[in-house]
């Protein structure tokens, strides 16, 4: 799910990505066929969107798809970082993160990086200058944009699956949550600074993260609950 000015767009096991107006609560006309299961969608700027599908990567504009490149592994989670202008894609079945490089419709592989478990869940730093992964064996990596292979962090405190994960808007903070239903604040400055909240969705996984402020965070989960958090 994505939002895009005053419009969610969403993406389903139907092979098509619809949206529905946050003004009118209504779902559109618009349906986008793609050519393989998405998985994951992010957003390239404007009204650009990245669609991680099972056998490809599609990129559309208004509404409607540019260019899309095949590739040879599952994308399963999608970040574009619009300061370096690239796109990180993790892989379903494999340890690995691919870095492309976005010029127009077009996207070029620059590197692989390899993580401890099969990514899960990342997202670029909104100044652009670290990515965070999430991982299948509980693993939340940090690393700079500037040498992909260089490993900034690496914390293992959720006791599974890294769901989601999310920047605080000064990009000095990571929010992560896992299916061991735990929420984790972690300080990029201070490697052992965070705040660890056991049960924050009880017998739940945690679904989605979203910033306020440098200060308040929201999260939701499978309980059917949405979450206020201060810091």
Known sequence: MLTVGDEVYTVGIDDCMKK??????????YSLKLDS?????????GNIIFVACMNEISITN???????????????????NSVTCELAVGSSKENFVYVYKVSGYNLEEITKVSVRGTPSH???????????VGDSQRCLTVMATKAYSVTLHSW?????RVSYLAWSPDSTYIASGGIDSNVILWSVADAGKKAIVKGAHPMSPV??????DN??????????CTRLWDI
């Open 207 to 212: 679904n989605g993260i979203v910033w306020l």
């Open 37 to 45: 299961q998405p998985r994951a969608l992010c957003s390239g700027g």
């Open 20 to 29: 529905f107006s946050t003004a009118s609560n209504e779902y559109s006309s």
């Open 122 to 132: 990342l997202a670029y730093s909104p100044n652009g200058e670290l990515l965070a």
């Open 156 to 160: 293992s405190y959720h006791t599974a």
């Open 215 to 224: 200060s308040s965070f929201v999260s939701v989960g499978s309980d059917c």
């Open 62 to 80: 208004e509404g409607q798809k540019e260019n899309s490149l095949l590739v040879k592994y599952e994308p399963n989670s999608i970040s574009f």
